[in-house]
């Protein structure tokens, strides 16, 4: 910043969570839609110093600022889902996504026939950025090359099925490392880019060391789909939590995981091994009811989706409502949580040089929340694009 007269917004009396600590007296300064500086509030400051016809002053009366939220395994939002393959249908998602405090976000595939993924694929190529939506940011395609004895709520009928060209925007392939399409897999996604991710799988301690060693540096929604640790067959689980170099995706919405469990995998990885996920569904936001995944009917009952068997299929909860049990009910400090919804996805994928903190000369996307970190208010490159009353009622 080379002087004040380059403002044109200032967030005061907020409280500014950074990666590894929160700071209050500190004023958010914007210009042009990206952060100039995070500064020291002069002594009683009402913003008086910056006041001109060009700025605007936003008092956030003590409330929270946290970055918005990047969210690298969403099926969907809103009532729509990226497998609906319609342009319309990934506008949407990406409009309600925004409502919920997601800014970016992975649209994420299932396992389907080649020809009906990549029509999930190709819509994102005719995805048109606006503010009032969260960012597209590429795809997670999950299956369809995973375990058939491990597949969760994906359809049988596909899996798993060889690779294919022309897959443009995967930035996350999850695969099961132990069956005999992994090898095409591994090859394919690394041609192509995509960071490698195990899942929906039964791969021995060996086989997951082996896939490591190839690449594998992710883990999809850890615990889930894939077999618990045993004392003398430690598995996919047991190599992942060992290796240092392995990130591990948690879904925190009260349903997939005790929390007794998510404290035990943070206190074994540390909060910069680890990404915060939704696995949301487009049930998320909506009431309950009946839903399509993947081709199957899914129930959204009391906060729980599942199918017709009683499978968990999904999450109808939003990725800011694992933020809040992380620090509600495990106990952990409001910096570490939002940390592994924002900064530490924005590293895996390399977008951390524009979003992921609140730091000079990052975009100014991020959301207001209150004490109880109930969502007030994002703002997307420095315009505020959704707010709501401290009764949850979203306005214009």
Not at 152 to 163: L, V
């Amino acid at each position: 910043m080379k002087g004040r007269d380059i403002v044109d917004t200032v967030v005061l009396n907020a409280r500014i969570v950074l990666p590894d600590r929160i700071l209050t007296d500190y004023l958010l300064l914007i210009q042009d839609g990206c952060i100039v500086g995070v500064l020291p509030a002069p002594g009683n400051c009402s913003g008086d110093s910056y006041d001109s016809a060009e700025t605007t002053i936003c008092d956030f009366a003590g409330d929270f600022v946290v970055p918005g939220l990047i969210d690298l395994h969403v099926h969907g939002c809103g009532g729509a889902d990226t497998m609906d393959a319609e342009s319309a249908a990934l506008d949407r998602m990406a409009a309600a996504l925004l409502q919920q405090g997601t800014t970016a976000f992975l649209a994420t595939t299932m396992s389907a026939a080649n020809d009906r993924i990549q029509a999930a694929l190709s819509v994102g190529a005719q995805f048109r950025q606006r503010d009032y939506k969260a960012e597209l940011l590429g795809f997670h395609m999950e299956g369809p090359c995973i375990s058939p004895s491990f597949r969760g709520a994906q359809k049988p009928a596909a899996i798993p099925a060889p690779p294919f060209p022309g897959a443009g925007g995967v930035k996350i392939v999850t695969l099961a490392p132990e069956i005999p399409e992994a090898d095409a897999y591994i090859d394919w996604a690394n041609s192509v880019g995509a960071l490698l991710a195990a899942g929906h799988s039964g791969a021995s301690y060996e086989e997951m060391k082996m896939a490591i060693s190839r690449g594998v540096l992710l883990v999809t929604h850890s615990f889930n789909a894939m077999p618990g640790i045993h004392h003398r067959l430690p598995g996919l689980l047991t190599a992942a939590l060992l290796d240092p170099c392995v990130t591990i995706e948690l879904i925190a919405d009260g349903v997939h995981i005790h929390p007794a469990v998510l404290e035990l995998a943070l206190r074994l990885k540390g909060p910069d091994q680890v990404v915060l996920v939704s696995d949301g569904t487009r049930a998320v936001g909506m009431p309950d009811g009946e839903f399509e995944l993947g081709g199957q009917k899914t129930y959204l009952k009391a906060g729980r989706m599942t199918l017709t068997d009683g499978t968990i299929a999904g999450s109808a909860a939003p990725l800011l409502a694992g933020v809040r049990l992380l620090t509600e009910i495990v106990g952990r400090p409001l910096y570490e949580a939002v940390r592994m919804a924002t900064l530490n996805p924005a590293r895996l994928l390399k977008v951390d040089g524009r979003m992921g903190s609140l730091e000079a000369g990052k975009e100014a996307t991020f959301l207001r929340l209150s004490p109880e970190l109930a969502l007030i208010e994002t703002w997307v490159r420095g315009k505020k694009q959704i707010r709501y009353d401290r009764g949850g009622i979203i306005h214009d």
